[in-house]
């Protein structure tokens, strides 16, 4: 699997969980309690859809990437992007294994064995599971905000040859997500909105 299509899978995790260029205004360090409270939120959750919008910046392209489509959640681990544009196709993660489907081509494939993705992909379950304790073993947390809008930090506590990420931004209201941006360390990015269906 070539590096361009591994990417193009961990930002296909992220939008799951179920901007512009300058990024978002920087809100107040929020309290270590304000941080327990947003996960217990988040925990509270066991099912989720959403519309999203991605646009990836690539240092190779001139102009973003874009795509669109529906976003599925089931607690506690399966996430499952459908993309409706530019073309049809499907990414499923379920009890660490991930499916995907584009042009009516099938592949599976075991997440453990792409250490680059796991930290991307455990990043956005863990959150959307609201499970502190998993996402600090990964990341140091930064939490700004309040519980009715706030924007949660995720940074690897370690810099590892096999993963190119170098930050995760996810913002919300309450218990509902609304972005996801990833970095990634040589400067390449990817934006999701999402808009939670009623």
């Known amino acids: 699997m070539s590096a361009a299509r591994l990417w193009w899978l961990a930002a296909l995790a992220a939008q799951a969980a179920l901007a512009d260029v300058a990024g978002p205004p920087q809100l107040p360090l929020a309290t270590d309690a304000t941080l ?3 996960m217990a939120s988040l925990a509270q959750r ?5 519309d999203f919008h991605e646009r990836k ?6 102009q973003p990437l874009e795509s669109q489509g529906e976003l599925l959640y089931d607690a506690p681990d399966h996430l499952e992007q459908r993309t409706t544009q530019p073309r049809p196709s499907s990414v499923t993660l379920d009890h660490g ?17 792409y250490p680059q ?22 990341f140091t947390l ?5 519980l009715d809008h706030w924007q949660l930090q995720l940074l690897p506590r370690e810099a590892q040859p096999a993963t190119t990420l170098a ?4 913002q919300g209201d309450g218990a509902q997500i609304h972005q996801v941006e990833v970095q990634q360390r040589d400067g390449d990015r990817s934006v999701m909105s999402i808009t939670p269906r009623e």
């Open 46 to 50: 066991q099912h989720g859809s959403a």
């Open 97 to 113: 294994m991930v499916t995907l489907n584009a042009g009516g081509h099938l592949r599976t494939l075991r997440l453990a064995d």
């Open 142 to 146: 930064e939490l700004r905000g309040t």
């Open 57 to 62: 910046y690539l240092s190779v392209l001139k």
């Open 117 to 138: 993705l796991a930290p991307l992909i455990d990043s956005i379950r863990a959150t959307l599971a609201g499970d502190r304790s998993a996402l600090q073993q990964v």
């Open 36 to 38: 327990d409270q947003l």
């Open 167 to 170: 930050r995760i931004e996810i």
